[in-house]
């Protein structure tokens, strides 16, 4: 069983950065792969970025992709998302995910993603 809470959301003009936070409980999190999802007013849920269990691969929506930076520490349980350059359409409530495993290389399919957890505000204005 794996718990997430994220953490950093808040209000920022366009151009502005901010850095989300996941903090995972369980001891299995450091083999698991980690995603971030976003939900926009609306809006379906859309996949943002993953990290292999290791933190060595990465992807990317082609909407973040140069802007965000996925990345975690896993003698904290802790998965970031580093977040330059925002703009008002990446105003969505942010979830961080955590994969069934760690085996397969990290996904944007929601399917694969057992845990989740309750999501941070993301405002940008213009």
């Known amino acids: 069983q794996v718990q997430l809470v994220e953490s950093g959301g808040g209000l920022v003009q366009a151009g502005g950065s901010l850095r989300l936070s996941c903090a995972a409980s369980?001891?299995?999190?450091?083999?698991?792969?980690m995603g971030w999802f976003r939900q926009a007013p609306g809006k379906e849920r859309e996949f943002v970025a993953a990290i292999s269990w290791s933190g060595i691969n990465t992807y990317y929506a082609d909407s973040v992709k140069g802007r965000f930076t996925v990345s975690r520490d896993n003698a904290k349980n802790t998965v970031y998302l580093q977040m330059v350059n925002l703009k008002p359409e990446d105003t969505a409530v942010y979830y961080c995910a955590a994969d069934r495993s760690g085996i397969y290389p990290p996904t944007s399919a929601t399917t694969r993603y057992d845990y989740w957890g309750q999501g941070t505000q993301v405002t940008i204005s213009s």
């Open positions: 369980g001891r299995t999190f450091s083999n698991k792969n």
